[in-house]
């Protein structure tokens, strides 16, 4: 969109002496009105021009002209006769800012605004309105008191675009504080509170607001779908997308790019299968968002296969879509593929972004190529000018940690430039524990408390270390400590989707309606785990327990109970897909590789760090995790 100015037709030469008697102003304003091509405002205009109507005596004229060139794609010529018009009225001043901010205008709105003010023109509700859709929240609090002064603070649309300013920018509280004000909600204003709530985590609020809606748009289902996504609510997110179905709103784009997200981040694979034929049926083109957001949500849900099919159909792949190929094959161990992928990346002269030295390093510490590790994390700033993140040394510390390289990844967060979080610390006490260092991980706790940096999860981990080393006094230490200072361990949670169902189970979960026979089956299979010689791995199981109590804890550890389950409620032969919230302990992973040697089946299992996909009794990260 050109905003220069432009030449308009030349008036020819008037030959002829008998001159007709233009149309009166009125005519001539009708038949700007009906206009629906540039051609025919082209043609009034130079009838204007020939017949000598100067354009500053009709000023309806002007300004329909104006708003005519500018609506049809030709803001250049409303300027130009904005600019020839010597004193502009409010009505043409809002119209020239208005067709800039359509336009995405902005900083050129702005200056129009200024200028207008300058030349003591007041705006009107509507100048407001137009002129809030360019602000940043800075100009939209100086708007908002000259709003006040004009007496339009009141105004439907102007407090409408006053809220949504606030909302955008994240003030939350100046939003809230002009919506409860509102006498009159449009679906504008209540989208934006709903956005601005949902975006900041008050998803009870945002529910509210969205059922209180008589008529709901796609909008309005896509920011409520979305902010479920967002904010780690992929169930909530899904049954409200059922539900749009059920209304019979018809979903978009941004729809199926929320939803899709939600079925990665619960491995909701048979979901997120309806929901791309539901896009192949329906004309929403597979561009590469869309794309991108398909290849990462099969990747989350176990199907590699199907993600790369997509990726190889995938037109114009950006420096996004490889990325999210390269994780997907990085998160499941396959570090051969990850490295080919953005080595043909390189070829063809896509230059790769802090994301994808994300995948990179993901890839080399899933099988401990530390050497490599230590390479692509030193050619990131020497050959891509790429600043190292807070993501990329917690990659680098994974990669050491798992390598046993401790005191190198101690060095490491010790000497970074940016300062270490919380999930860095916890990534070394998690390696601490794994390799049974119980001196690093009491130096780095007692660290962490001398310099206010400890949270319930250092404690936690703590405790792990210390379990793990068969410190029980120790163990029993933090726990005291915890349960003075109410720190609770989060629960071990696993889910399998069966028949686009997820179901969820904690350790020990009585709540399934098949409580009964997963029980049963839970029985059955720890006879075939006997006859395999198989012996439970209680090592790390509180120490207070008698040794049948903990291999009874470890027998209805959560991925067990999923397991159970899915082997009861599908054929033989069907891969079972399990996903983790924690990192899966060591006797499960045992069990888990035995089952699909004894049931011949296939088993994914998705844990906090990594895909295992388990075939004939072994697992494909080679016990490496």
């Not at 002009?178 to 008050?202: C, D, N, Q, W």
Request: proline share 3%.
């Amino acid at each position: 969109m050109s905003s220069t100015p432009s030449s308009f037709p030349s008036t020819p030469p008037v030959n002829s002496t008998v001159r007709r008697l233009p149309p009166p102003p009125d005519k001539l304003a009708t038949l700007i009105d009906k206009s629906k091509s540039i051609n025919q405002i082209l043609q009034i205009h130079a009838f204007l021009l020939r017949h000598n109507l100067n354009l500053n005596y009709h000023p309806i004229l002007n300004f329909k002209l104006q708003r005519s060139y500018a609506s049809l794609n030709r803001l250049d010529n409303a300027i130009t006769l904005f600019n020839q018009t010597p004193s502009p009225n409010v009505f043409l001043y809002t119209n020239i800012i208005h067709y800039h901010t359509l336009n995405h205008l902005h900083h050129q709105a702005l200056f129009y605004y200024s200028q207008m003010l300058l030349n003591n023109v007041q705006p009107n509700q509507f100048t407001l309105s137009s002129i809030l859709k360019s602000c940043r929240i800075s100009s939209a609090k100086c708007l908002h008191s000259q709003a006040i002064k004009f007496g339009y603070e009141s105004d439907l649309y102007v407090r409408t675009n006053l809220l949504n300013v606030y909302a955008k920018a994240g003030d939350v509280k100046s939003a809230d504080k002009l919506f409860v004000r509102m006498s009159e909600r449009s679906l504008v204003s209540l989208t934006a509170m709903i956005t601005s709530y949902a975006k900041h985590g008050e998803l009870e609020r945002a529910r509210e607001l969205f059922d209180e809606l008589r008529e709901k748009d796609v909008v309005c289902w896509n920011v409520m779908i979305d902010g479920y996504a967002q904010n780690g609510m992929a169930n909530e997110s899904l049954a409200l997308f059922r539900g749009m179905l059920a209304a019979k709103v018809r979903p978009d784009e941004v729809t199926v790019l929320a939803v899709l997200s939600a079925c990665g981040q619960i491995g909701a694979s048979d979901s997120g299968r309806w929901v791309h034929s539901y896009i192949k049926n329906n004309g929403i083109q597979v561009n590469v968002r869309v794309g991108t957001a398909l290849i990462d949500m099969y990747s989350k849900c176990g199907d590699l296969e199907d993600a790369r099919q997509v990726f190889e159909n995938l037109d114009n792949k950006d420096v996004v879509a490889w990325n999210s190929m390269i994780m997907g094959y990085a998160i499941h161990g396959f570090v051969q593929e990850a490295l080919q992928l953005f080595n043909e990346m390189l070829m063809i002269g896509i230059q790769p972004s802090d994301i994808t030295f994300i995948g990179v390093l993901t890839a080399c510490a899933n099988s401990g190529l530390v050497t490599e590790g230590r390479s692509f994390f030193k050619s990131m700033k020497e050959n891509y000018w790429i600043e190292p993140k807070i993501e990329h040394y917690g990659c680098m510390m994974n990669l050491l940690g798992r390598a046993g390289q401790l005191e190198e990844a101690y060095d490491l967060v010790r000497n970074m430039k940016i300062k270490p979080d919380t999930v860095l610390w916890g990534t070394l006490l998690g390696a601490c524990r794994q390799h049974g260092n119980v001196g690093l991980a009491e130096e780095v706790v007692e660290f962490l408390v001398e310099n206010d940096l400890a949270n319930s999860g250092t404690y936690v981990l703590l405790s792990n270390v210390y379990a793990a080393a068969g410190d029980w006094d120790g163990v029993g230490k933090v726990r005291a400590l915890m349960k003075e200072s109410g720190i609770a361990k989060e629960p071990g949670c696993s889910s399998i989707e069966v028949n686009n169902k997820i179901h969820e189970f904690l350790a020990g979960d009585l709540r399934h309606p098949n409580c009964g026979e997963i029980y049963t089956k839970l029985e059955e299979i720890n006879g075939w785990l006997k006859d395999c010689g198989y012996t439970p791995q209680t090592e790390t199981v509180l120490h207070d327990l008698e040794k049948s109590q903990r291999e009874q804890s470890l027998a209805v550890h959560s991925e067990k109970l999923a397991l159970a389950f899915g082997l009861i409620s599908t054929r033989p032969g069907t891969t079972l897909k399990v996903v983790k919230n924690l990192r899966v302990c060591p006797d499960c992973h045992a069990v888990t590789k035995l089952l699909s040697k004894i049931t011949g089946r296939k088993i994914v299992m998705r844990d906090r760090n990594r895909f295992h996909h388990f075939e004939n009794g072994i697992c494909s990260c080679r016990d490496y995790w």
